[in-house]
């Protein structure tokens, strides 16, 4: 679906992808978040900007038992360049919520 993605991305209005780039920015944990006791895993590639690195990161702080795992050879794009990665950690997670 990489193409129909680029597509839909490209027709944004530069005030949408404005608008849109504000809003996760601007993005706080919900307070509920540290009492969640389900299973968690946070994924981010090493290769993104130290923004998203450190929002992982404290977003894995606040939830005890959650998991981080960071992409080596990802940015933005763990789904395209490192999809077993992604499958074994939902793998993980589906796993111990049964």
């Given at each position: 679906?990489?193409?129909?993605?680029?597509?839909?991305?490209?027709?944004?209005?530069?005030?949408?992808?404005?608008?849109?780039?504000?809003?996760?920015?601007?993005?706080?944990?919900?307070?509920?978040?540290?009492?969640?006791?389900?299973?968690?895993?946070?994924?981010?590639?090493?290769?993104?900007?130290?923004?998203?690195?450190?929002?992982?990161?404290?977003?894995?702080?606040?939830?005890?038992?959650s998991?981080?795992?960071?992409?080596?050879?990802?940015?933005?794009?763990?789904?395209?360049?490192?999809?077993?990665?992604l499958?074994?950690?939902?793998?993980?997670?589906?796993?111990?919520?049964?």
């Open positions: 679906l990489l193409d129909d993605y680029l597509a839909e991305s490209r027709a944004l209005r530069p005030a949408t992808l404005l608008a849109s780039v504000r809003e996760n920015l601007a993005f706080d944990l919900p307070t509920g978040w540290s009492a969640y006791r389900g299973p968690a895993a946070v994924l981010v590639g090493a290769r993104e900007r130290r923004l998203m690195l450190d929002s992982a990161r404290r977003t894995n702080e606040a939830l005890p038992g998991e981080l795992a960071i992409a080596a050879d990802s940015a933005h794009d763990i789904p395209f360049t490192d999809p077993a990665l499958a074994e950690r939902i793998r993980a997670v589906a796993d111990v919520s049964r």
